[in-house]
């Protein structure tokens, strides 16, 4: 039976960041952890070269030396690494990484797209990935790896989804929903969510009434959350926290569809954080 875990973020610190734990079997898991920056710590943008202070002093915010973040040249794919400390940390191209060295900490970045955290409780190995669109499905392919990697068994990996933009906003046009659902809007399996796309009607400029709401073009809107939680369900995974909380609506956020060409990268870490800005709420 699935567990799904619901909450919000809440922010604090000097360069504000939002913490919370894995989840397993209604209590934190302990071990690997999860963070995120908010707009408001800055622009979290990372190329393979480019000097960032923003993220140097984000990251020293919660006790970490930046030569321990490992982060990858985010390409909207599907493809996972595995790292560890001894690991040439040079910006390969990739979405996910995993790991299971207690001294190496993940990041990819956001702004709409969804980080999705995992922990295997077995092994105490874990892994962040980056789930746009495009992306849908990587949460799988890191499953793959970690099982391949060291075994680890669905129903002892604990998912965090982290804030993403949601279906009350992700709006996209026909094609790419009909794509969307074609792959991941199938029914049934262990947790089955209802519709993954939903298609409005949108009543013609002036008119309030509805009696010509049939002449109104369609909206159509995509679900990353309830794609993810699907896909970790269906492969077996257990227990599932769900940020409620949706980029586009909410100013702490970075997004790209609400801020534009100018947009705000945050920050998504996974692994052994430490000390008070990475302590869970």
Same mark, same amino acid.
């Given at each position: ?12 610190? #000097?360069? /504000? ?24 710590? @800055? ?35 599907? *493809? =996972? ?67 391949? *990697? ?50 409005? *009607? ?7 009434? @509805? ?30 926290? =769900? ?21 705000? *990268? ?9 000390? /008070?800005?990475? #302590? /869970?709420?």
């Amino acid at each position: 039976m699935v567990q799904l875990y619901p909450f919000t973020c809440t922010f604090r610190g #000097a360069l /504000p960041c939002a913490s919370f734990p894995f989840m397993m079997d209604g209590r934190p898991a302990g071990g690997a952890g999860c963070v995120i920056s908010s707009r408001k710590a @800055g622009n979290m943008v990372y190329s393979e070269g480019l000097n960032s202070p923003a993220r140097e002093r984000f990251f020293r915010s919660l006790g970490l030396e930046p030569e321990r973040v490992y982060a990858c040249t985010q390409i909207h794919s599907r *493809r =996972v690494l595995a790292v560890d400390s001894g690991t040439p940390n040079r910006g390969p191209e990739a979405d996910g990484m995993i790991s299971r060295d207690p001294g190496v900490i993940l990041s990819v970045t956001v702004a709409d797209c969804m980080p999705v955290y995992l922990y295997d409780t077995g092994s105490g190995g874990f892994g962040l990935v980056h789930s746009g669109w495009r992306g849908t499905g990587i949460v799988l392919a890191a499953l793959e790896l970690m099982a391949g *990697r060291w075994g680890a068994r669905p129903q002892e990996v604990s998912a965090v989804l982290g804030p993403a933009i949601r279906g009350c906003c992700y709006r996209v046009d026909e094609g790419r929903a009909r794509s969307f659902e074609a792959e991941f809007g199938g029914k049934g399996g262990a947790y089955p969510l209802g519709e993954l796309i939903r298609r409005v *009607r949108e009543l013609p400029a002036g008119d309030l009434s @509805g009696s010509e709401a049939e002449t109104g073009a369609y909206a159509w809107y995509i679900d990353l959350p309830a794609a993810n939680a699907r896909l970790l369900a269906n492969a077996g995974v257990r227990n599932i926290a =769900v940020c409620e909380d949706c980029t586009f609506t909410g100013s702490n956020f970075g997004s790209f569809r609400r801020e534009g060409p100018g947009y705000t *990268r945050m920050a998504a870490l996974a692994g052994h954080l430490q000390g /008070p800005a990475a #302590a /869970p709420a």
